[in-house]
């Protein structure tokens, strides 16, 4: 979705994730207190955005929207390569 020009509810990079953990006072200055922290390594922004409507926590893309980011990631290593 758009307003004005700006895109709402769209996938905007791809990263892996390589950790979760407990808080411990890690991850500073980022990581919130008394809660899990993910870490994501190899991000990788997107050339444009793909609509998707986003949720709390995490979940899996429908098939449409992850073929759709799956394309654009091939566009946008080729563009940085
Ligand atoms: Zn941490």
């Known amino acids: 979705?758009?307003?004005l020009g700006v895109v709402f509810?769209?996938?905007?990079?791809?990263a892996e994730l390589v950790d979760c953990h407990r808080d411990s006072g890690c991850c500073t200055p980022w990581g919130e207190p008394d809660v899990h922290h993910l870490v994501l390594a190899n991000?990788?922004?997107l050339v444009m955005p793909v609509s998707a409507v986003g949720r709390l926590g995490l979940w899996d893309l429908d098939d449409?929207?992850?073929s759709e980011a799956a394309t654009v990631l091939?566009?946008?290593e080729v563009e940085g390569s």
């Open 9 to 14: 509810g769209a996938v905007i990079a791809v």
């Open 74 to 76: 091939s566009e946008t």
């Open 43 to 45: 991000v990788r922004r």
């Open 1 to 3: 979705m758009t307003r």
């Open 64 to 66: 449409t929207v992850l």
